[in-house]
């Protein structure tokens, strides 16, 4: 019992789980794709993320969904098979696959078992490689996509999300708009569009590939350059966009809603900024994960104002934001707005004990191993870590990069990057008439 | 669940080309306390980690018209402190150490999970064996968190439009079954509990002799059998556990429910037949007709409204049968924009038709194994879900023995098997079935 009690309250063990190391094979294939591998043998499947930079800040503004239609087509067909052909492939291996888009990047995913490994790798590249765009299915696609934007509007979590965008950004930065675009935009883009944009942004050298799982690094990689040996080329490089202006200011936006869904914040930073990892460590104290910030115990735990609330910085190419987010009855929001901002400037004010850093930073170390311990878990976090250049050795690197953060650090970034006094606020709520 | 958080339950064993002959399973040990207390440990040395877990067998099963959602409630206040650690220092405690708690509480039981370093484990085991019995159950902490769950409900259900129908098919397919109300309970019945009625609930359900405790992780299992009888070990068994029997009557006759939303742009489609559940041993067959019927994109549903007929925006059906009493086969459909849900349900039912007469290819079989085999692979790659799939079992009192034949059930399912169970269950007088419809404003 003594050792428990020095555990429980003393702390004097470290809190750090001796993690094994993760650290990938990286090479080129012959066509400049880059290509992360983690032989990790526990289970016969492995996980497959190719991830390539054509994500929606490559939309013109009146074509907005352009780069996430182009994502959603790529399986409708391809090489000499239908969509329904592809989906009925892959299911009939017991595969997953799925294109994701966002803001930056578009991801697309495999998990398949080692028997089927390599059918359902050829196919993975048919469809990367050869999409064949069938104008029957872009009809389908395109409706579909607006039947989905019609569903987010459901949604007043995603309603709040979209419209803090459009404010906390303004028209002339590309992350104001919503992934998937807006119904006029979408209706808009033509399927020469689609294949352009396909053309001219689906290619091998910039773009990243992450295998992790049941494989054999040596026949994998020969494998690879033969299966992809025919796509060539290099994907544009991103953009130059302006830094974006704080925009401050409140907006309700009306939704007979019985709940006041809340986003509060302003632009945040890069993820390349040097100061991330500091950020992410003192928004771990204001708001982050698990059940015990300083938001968490006002909003929830003291007011029960909220059954969620959290805030984050969003680790981004361009510019980020910092958020807040909460949900709560109507007649409570202007109450839960007014405490989460005194909580914030109280913050930002006096920052954080030494006692709160130290907990936040034994959580941060102490739960990290567990964020990695599956195939598709460590294949992700490569991926995003690969895309951010944050270096093949980052997971490794990550423990000690924060126990690396001082209390003078966390004040320094709360004061530089936190600012109460700009805020744009975003209510979706029910206006009485 | 105490934080959003959610996950699939759905977890099945293997035996297919991926596994190149090797029978992959769950190797677990166990032992039952004198007071009752079954531990099942399941060693995996692979990383420095565990997960322990503690299953409760109560949930939204038992309870009763007017008091629902206190399993729920109450699982809120198992945070709020116990005498020797008050509100909040649990969650505190957890987190200095580096680890990721929470809470689930579903219709048949109540778990709480505590994943970190397994030199952690002793803490898990102080914290949980004193929160088993020494709950506080402050009345300023009730009142307050009463507030969240009801915001919880707000989240959750009464502004998304889809779960609104998911309720009322629900409640309108089970009318003498507990499965008639929602786990998180309905509005009112949250703002009436009281803290009598959490306390009562509290020292019915929570001892030795009504819970699980499933480790999975870097650990021996004889030291956690140690550790678990001298945490564990005195807390005295509870004389009397109500284990209810509940019975849904037959249904004679096709149930029917509308759905108005205000904020619903586009109508939505979700219908439920009653299905036998674990042990009937039509379980099995079940399993793989809800695949060929709905489970992914070249699915019959998908391939039919989504790509054939673009009348929805996406389609299908899923099956769980690992519950207490047995549940509903589901279906669903997303309508698209200018179209009648009447015509997209028409579609369902043709596809239906076709299964039950017989329309079902070999391809489509293996197909449908095969999906379920890899499922099972790709749930074993975390001790999380393991130790999920073993305490689900257990608390509804199978044997996790069962997990390790599965796969192998599943291979021996016929295309007559899949058949005779369409036919049996997939009948007109056996289906609930509700439409959500965008409410027009006058």
């Known amino acids: 019992m003594s050792r428990l009690l020095i555990i429980l309250f003393g702390g004097l063990l470290m809190a750090t789980v001796a993690m094994a190391k993760i650290t990938p094979k990286i090479t080129k294939l012959d066509n400049g794709l880059e290509v992360w591998v983690v032989e990790r043998k526990v289970l016969p499947f492995a996980v497959f993320k190719l991830v390539i930079p054509a994500g929606s800040v490559f939309d013109p503004e009146s074509k907005a969904g352009l780069a996430y239609l182009t994502s959603q087509m790529i399986s409708e067909g391809a090489g000499n098979m239908t969509a329904v052909e592809i989906s009925d492939k892959f299911e009939f291996m017991g595969a997953d696959f799925g294109v994701d888009c966002n803001k930056d990047y578009v991801t697309v995913s495999l998990k398949v078992t080692k028997g089927y490994m390599d059918e359902a790798l050829k196919l993975f590249a048919t469809v990367v ?74 290619l091998p050298e910039g773009s990243i590939l992450v295998v992790v799982g049941d494989v054999d690094y040596e026949p994998l990689i020969k494998e690879l350059n033969s299966l992809f040996k025919d796509w ?62 300083r938001l968490f115990e006002k909003i929830r735990e003291e007011k029960g104002y909220s059954y969620s609330v959290y805030s984050m910085f969003l680790p981004t190419l361009y510019t980020g934001t910092f958020r807040i987010v909460l949900q709560t009855k109507n007649a409570s929001a202007d109450e839960a707005i007014k405490d989460v901002i005194s909580e914030v400037k109280e913050f930002v004010e006096k920052g954080p004990t030494e006692k709160e850093l130290e907990d936040a930073k034994r959580y941060l170390t102490g739960s990290f191993p567990l964020k990695i311990d599956t195939n598709e878990e460590i294949a992700s976090y490569l991926a995003f870590a690969a895309f951010h250049k944050l270096g093949p050795d980052y997971l490794n690197r990550f423990t000690d990069m924060v126990n690396e953060v001082t209390l003078d650090d ?24 | 669940m105490r934080r959003l958080f959610s996950f699939l339950l759905l977890f099945f064993l293997l035996t297919s080309r991926g596994l190149e002959g090797k029978v992959l399973g769950i190797e677990a040990k166990e032992k039952v306390l004198k007071n009752g207390l079954k531990v099942i440990v399941v060693e995996d040395h692979s990383t420095p980690t565990v997960t322990f877990q503690v299953w409760y067998k109560v949930g939204s099963y038992y309870e009763t018209f007017g008091k629902t959602g206190i399993s729920h409630l109450l699982e809120h206040m198992m945070f709020e402190g116990t005498k020797k650690y008050p509100p909040g220092e649990f969650s505190k405690i957890v987190a200095r150490n580096g680890g990721q708690e929470n809470a689930f509480t579903s219709r048949d039981y109540t778990a709480y999970f505590e994943n970190w370093a397994s030199d952690r484990l002793k803490i898990s085991m102080e914290l949980e064996s004193d929160r088993m019995v020494n709950l506080l159950l402050d009345p300023k902490e009730f009142e307050r968190e009463k507030k969240v769950v009801m915001e919880e409900r707000r989240l959750r259900t009464e502004d998304d439009p889809t779960s609104l129908l998911v309720e009322e098919v629900y409640a309108a397919a089970f009318k003498a079954h507990p499965y008639h109300w929602p786990v998180i309970g309905w509005m009112k019945d949250i703002e009436n509990i009281t803290l009598e ?8 359900y929570y001892a030795p002799n009504n819970a699980i405790i499933v480790v999975v992780g ?20 509870a004389k009397h556990i109500p284990h209810p029997k509940y019975w849904e009557p037959p249904q004679r006759g096709e149930r029917r429910v509308i759905v108005k939303s205000p ?9 439920g037949f009653h299905v036998p559940n674990i042990g009937s041993g039509e379980e099995y067959a079940l399993k793989v007709l809800v695949n060929i019927l709905g489970v992914g994109r070249s699915s019959r549903l998908y391939k039919r409204l989504v790509f054939e007929e673009k009348k929805a925006l996406y389609a299908g059906a899923y099956y769980s049968s690992k519950t207490l009493s047995p549940g509903l086969l589901c279906f669903y459909a997303a309508v698209q924009q200018g179209v009648k849900p009447e015509e997209v349900e028409k579609l369902i039912w043709e596809e239906i038709e076709k299964i039950r007469k017989g329309d079902i290819t070999e391809k489509e079989l293996e197909k449908a194994k095969n999906q379920i085999a890899s499922d099972f692979i790709y749930g074993l790659d975390s001790n999380f879900y393991r130790a999920m799939s073993i305490g689900i079992l257990e608390a509804i009192g199978k044997d996790w023995r069962y997990l390790n034949t599965y796969v192998d059930n599943i291979r021996k399912v016929t295309k007559e098997d899949v058949i005779r169970v369409a036919r049996k269950y997939l009948t007109r007088d056996n289906l609930t079935i509700g439409y959500l419809l965008p409410e027009v404003k006058q």
């Open chain 2, 218 to 237: 870097d650990v021996k299992a004889e030291e956690v059998f140690k550790l678990v009888e001298e945490y564990f070990g005195s807390i005295p068994p």
């Open chain 2, 197 to 204: 009625d959490l306390r009562h609930h509290y020292r019915t």
């Open chain 1, 410 to 433: 966390v004040k320094r970034v709360a004061k530089e990057y936190i600012h109460p006094d700009k805020f744009t606020i975003v209510v979706v709520r029910k206006v009485e008439k």
């Open chain 1, 232 to 293: 060539v080329g290099k994907a544009p490089s991103y953009p130059k966009v302006e830094t974006p202006k704080f925009h401050p200011g409140k907006k309700v936006v009306p939704k007979d809603v019985v709940q006041a869904n809340i986003v509060i914040g302003h632009i945040g930073v890069k993820r390349s900024n040097p100061d991330f990892i500091k950020l992410y460590v003192a928004n771990q104290i204001l708001g982050g994960g698990g059940l015990t910030s």
């Open chain 1, 129 to 202: 490689t050869e999409p064949t765009f069938p104008a029957k299915e872009f009809v389908r696609v395109k409706n579909e996509v607006v039947g989905e934007i019609l569903k987010d509007q459901e949604d007043p979590g995603i309603v709040a999300a979209q419209e803090f965008d459009e404010l906390v950004y303004g028209k002339e930065h590309p992350y104001h708009r919503p992934v998937k675009g807006y119904i006029d935009t979408v209706r808009s883009i033509s399927l020469d569009e689609v294949k352009e944009f396909y053309k001219v942004h689906y």
């Open chain 2, 263 to 271: 904020e619903a742009k586009l109508p939505f489609i979700f219908g």
